[in-house]
Structures are given as structure tokens and as C-alpha cells.
């Protein structure tokens, strides 16, 4: 004895499963892997905020690049998991670099950065007014 079992779907389901049929066939249909909402903060070794900060994480496939605020606030990143390399810059302060930072989505997470003070930076001029042949102000 044959049984058959017939099963009708709603027209717009249809639909839908025909479009999405097609796309995963052309190749448009994405999956998006889940972010993690990464709360970043860089500070000077006294713990004040630093403003308009670069911070760069870096990974196999990927870079992306954020600041901190004008007011030194914090910067949020979202990002996949995936281990990075995060550094920290703006000019007269070192460099700092984190080589493995571990993202586990989607999870929520919070880095700290600190930067020292470049003890060979100066922000005054290092020979004074130029010499009048240098000079181009009419």
C-alpha cells in the first residue's frame, strides 16, 4: 500500500521560500555573523580621558578604525569574534598595542587603554620664527 502525503503551503510562503531559493543560488543571500559591542576608553597614566584618540583593530581579514570623542568619551565598536591587534595613538603620547585581543560575540565587552606621555615630544617650535628667506606672508 502507497500513501501520499500532500502538502499545500500558503501562496506567500511559496513566494518567499522561491526567493530565498534563488538568492542562496545567486549567491546574494548573506548570513551575518553576530557582533559584540565593544566599549572603548583611552587614558593618560593619571587616568584623565584622552580626546580624539585613534584606536585600530586589526585582524586576518579586516581593519577598522575608530576614534574617541572630543571630549575624551569612550568609542563603541561592534565587532565579530575573532582575535585582533588593537593600538592606540595621538601624537605626543606612545603608541600602545595589544597583539591578541579575544572578541566573543555577542557577548558585550570593555577595553581600557592607557598611553604614556612621549617624553620626547614637544609642541613648541623647534627653532623659532623662520629666517625672512623662508618667510612667504606678504
Not at 559584540?36 to 593618560?44: C, P
Amino acid at each position: 500500500m502507497i500513501v501520499r502525503v500532500t502538502m499545500r503551503l500558503a501562496p506567500a510562503v511559496m513566494a518567499a521560500s522561491t526567493i530565498l531559493s534563488l538568492l542562496i543560488a545567486a549567491g546574494h543571500a548573506q548570513v551575518v555573523a553576530p557582533l559584540s559591542e565593544l566599549k572603548v576608553t583611552v587614558v593618560d597614566q593619571s587616568g584623565a580621558a584622552i580626546d580624539d584618540c585613534e584606536v585600530v583593530f586589526k585582524s586576518d581579514s579586516k581593519t577598522i578604525v575608530s576614534h574617541t570623542g572630543k571630549d575624551g568619551s569612550s568609542t563603541s565598536v561592534r565587532l565579530p569574534s575573532g582575535r585582533y591587534a588593537v593600538t592606540a595613538s595621538k601624537l605626543g603620547f606612545l603608541r600602545n598595542a595589544l597583539l591578541d585581543f579575544q572578541v566573543v560575540a555577542p557577548e558585550p565587552d570593555e577595553l581600557k587603554i592607557v598611553l604614556e606621555v612621549d617624553p620626547t615630544y614637544s609642541s613648541t617650535p623647534m627653532c623659532g620664527p623662520c629666517p625672512k628667506k623662508f618667510n612667504t606672508a606678504r
